[in-house]
């Protein structure tokens, strides 16, 4: 991608700066638009949450469920395709490590605080944004509980 300087026929590169404030918009957009997409699926709704977790209503496991078949397409894709990263680089899509305790004790460590917050860490910034002010106990939680887990990686079973 080359730009145009003030010299007539001198094309230059954008700067890493420019670079990186157009991938942080980029971000930002995506992320506005995610943040849509969870308040208008109800995906950040306690109610909703509460009632995929006594069975009451399908909405949630729809809603989970097609996110996992988009993602699995996305990755058929992003493995297939030789994709390019802004970069430059190509996209790699790894396997999983074998093995399932860690996926075991992973879920229910992130079920149970899903259960007991009524809300996964997707939408805790969407809830901020939204004026919810009660879920910043839970982002500081979660922000606590990423730290300890930094802190205790290398003494827990992988």
Do not use: N
């Not at 994709?83 to 074998?98: F, M, Y």
């Amino acid at each position: 991608m080359t730009g145009t300087s003030s010299i007539p026929g001198v094309h230059t590169e954008p700067s890493s700066t420019t670079r990186a404030a157009t991938g942080l918009l980029l971000y930002l957009l995506a992320g506005l638009y995610f943040g849509v997409v969870l308040v208008k699926s109800e995906a950040a709704s306690w109610y909703r949450i509460q009632e995929m977790f006594r069975f009451e209503s399908f909405h949630m496991f729809g809603l989970m469920g097609s996110a996992v078949f988009t993602g699995m397409v996305t990755t058929m894709l992003l493995r297939r395709s030789g994709l390019k990263s802004r970069d430059g680089q190509t996209i790699r899509v790894t396997d999983k490590e074998k093995g399932w305790r860690r996926y075991v004790f992973g879920g229910l460590t992130f079920g149970m605080g899903w259960g007991l917050a009524g809300v996964c860490p997707g939408p805790i910034f969407v809830l901020l944004g939204a004026g919810v002010w009660p879920i910043l106990v839970v982002l500081a939680f979660a922000l606590l509980g990423t730290y300890l887990y930094g802190v205790l990686k290398d003494k827990l079973p992988h």
